[in-house]
């Protein structure tokens, strides 16, 4: 299409979206029903200056909440969009009818430029419960939770240690070795392999997944427009996403290739193994089915996708702490060292002696709170809340962050205490409002492995190393906290890992 007939089709789209949103405007203010509050907003922008007026979003967020309350709507662009604020008002949407509320919109760009809208996190209805009830039972069967698996986090744990030894006490950014470390635990359970913390295929998975969480962030304007993609140039870095996202597609394809030409029934070693299985005895003219192809690429993506980035970020949080605060990291060493030693690395069975590393691991979920809106969710039929009408389909955002800083249950939710997670008597408590991985029927399916994950390696480094910041000087929150958007990770700072015993 030339530019001048690109212009025409593009502003008579433009103008009759204009038309469609002023009819929507007219409607809802005629409708008599008690319409959920929120700020007047532009058409085509939406609400966009309202998140963007301040440089961290959650403060926007916090301010809308005060203004409207637990429960308001915005426009995202041409989109309204729910937000579900404090834990009262989730657990009444999320647990107490959490079936109602268990759908995902209609697939987004951002979903289909990740899996073609066919992954754990996009789909809904039959295929969501089917598909996570075979990954689960499928993770449970390769080790979840068992001494199989710790037996292979172990051995991630061994390498990722002698990485951080090989810094040799200079300075280094915490990030990368454990992003390959945590991907590494997803291969052992996806594929039965492991990359090497050099491996370039590795390298450009990462790279390809943390700027697709950049750019589906709830400011990048083409989500809401997806028409904006057909704008000559990448004005919006939508092509160059899609490119990095076809690569990846193309690695797992292979994956998945080399996995059917040594397929063996009688050996099933890994998920792709168990998936390829099932492909093999379902009919795939039935159409429901989720055992083709097409979904396994999908829901291998989205394992890869949800369970590296979250769990790195978190980690790289904890070193953070771990640096600011020697105080505590000296309460984690001495409690390791009373009932593990130095001589063995600490295991699962471990951590019912281990409540301070523990609840230190609870309050970097809270206090970093590294999904701050939840993945969207959508009524199943239209449903009432509050007196609110909220039509089947629509975008719910549960804001995670506004429980894990609610003042009401935390009292001091801006400082970091790992104590208020230990009771009196010495024993962990974990309240309900401790939501970093969302609660109800669609809550995280990588929970139990997440926390196993961080209990094994921050135990371990903490075991064998001092974790420090540069020499002289100290980490302040204040340098290396903000939210933009997508996962909340620190900006980049550098700890030195100082062996405790030579
Ligand atoms: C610290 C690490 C992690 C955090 C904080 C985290 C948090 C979350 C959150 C908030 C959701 C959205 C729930 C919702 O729909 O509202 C989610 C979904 C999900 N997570 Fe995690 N996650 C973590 C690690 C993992 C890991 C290791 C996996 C591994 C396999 C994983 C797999 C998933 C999947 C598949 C979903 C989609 C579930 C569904 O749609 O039913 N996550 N996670």
Not at 143 to 152: A, C, I, P, R, V
Not at 306 to 333: C, H, K, M, V
Request: aromatic share 10%.
């Amino acid at each position: 299409m030339n530019t001048a007939l690109f212009g025409i089709v593009l502003s008579t789209i433009l103008g009759l979206l204009f038309v469609f949103l002023f009819a929507i405007l007219v409607l809802e203010q005629r409708n008599n029903g008690r319409k959920l509050p929120g700020p007047a907003w532009v058409p085509l922008v939406g609400n966009r200056r309202e998140l963007k007026s301040d440089s961290d979003m959650r403060i926007a967020l916090r301010r809308l909440q005060h203004k409207y309350g637990d429960i308001y709507k915005l426009y995202l662009g041409p989109s309204p969009v729910i937000v579900v604020c404090g834990y009262e008002a989730i657990r009444e949407m999320f647990i107490k009818r959490g079936i109602e509320f268990s759908d995902r919109p209609a697939a987004i760009l951002g979903a289909i430029i990740l899996n073609g809208g066919k992954g754990i996190t996009a789909v809904s209805g039959d295929t969501w419960k089917n598909q996570k009830r075979f990954i689960l039972a499928t993770l449970r069967n390769f080790g979840l939770g068992k001494s199989t698996l710790e037996n292979k986090i172990h051995r991630e744990v061994n390498l990722f240690l002698s990485e951080i030894e090989k810094q040799n006490q200079a300075l280094f950014h915490m990030m990368s070795p454990i992003a390959t470390s945590v991907g590494n635990v997803i291969s052992h359970l996806v594929f039965g392999g492991h990359f090497s913390y050099d491996d370039a295929r590795f390298k450009t998975m990462a790279d390809a997944f943390s700027s697709f969480l950049r750019f589906v962030s709830i400011g990048s304007p083409v989500i809401f427009w997806p028409i904006l993609r057909f704008i000559p140039g990448d004005l919006f870095g939508i092509k160059i996403i899609t490119q990095k996202m076809q690569v990846v597609r193309g690695f797992v394809n292979e994956l998945i290739d080399e996995h059917l030409k040594k397929f063996d029934e009688r050996n099933i070693e890994d998920f792709i193994d168990a998936f390829i299985s099932e492909m093999k005895k379902v009919d795939n003219r039935e159409s429901r089915s989720i055992f083709t192809r097409e979904y396994l690429v999908a829901i291998v993506m989205d394992l890869f996708l949800a369970g590296t980035e979250t769990t790195s970020t978190t980690f790289t949080w904890a070193s953070f702490y771990l640096a600011s605060r020697p105080d505590i990291q000296n309460l984690i060493f001495d409690e390791i060292n009373e009932h593990v030693g130095t001589e063995r690395l600490p295991s699962i069975q471990d951590k019912q002696n281990l409540v301070y590393t523990e609840a230190f691991i609870m309050e970097v979920l809270r206090i970093s709170s590294i999904i701050v809106l939840s993945v969207a969710h959508a009524p199943v039929t239209d449903v009432c809340i509050r007196g609110y009408r909220i039509p089947k389909g629509i975008r719910i955002l549960p804001d995670i962050h506004s429980v894990l800083s609610d003042p009401k249950v935390w009292g001091d939710p801006e400082n970091f205490r790992p104590g208020r997670f230990v009771s009196e008597d010495g024993k962990l408590i974990k309240p309900d409002e401790f939501i970093p991985f969302f609660t109800g029927k669609r809550n995280c399916l990588g929970a139990s492995l997440a926390q196993m994950e961080l209990f094994l390696f921050i135990s371990a480094l903490v075991q064998r190393f001092e974790i420090k910041p540069p020499e002289g000087e100290t980490l302040d929150i204040k340098d290396v906290d903000e939210y933009v958007g997508g996962v909340h990770s620190p900006k980049p700072f550098y700890i030195r890992a100082i062996p405790r015993h030579v």
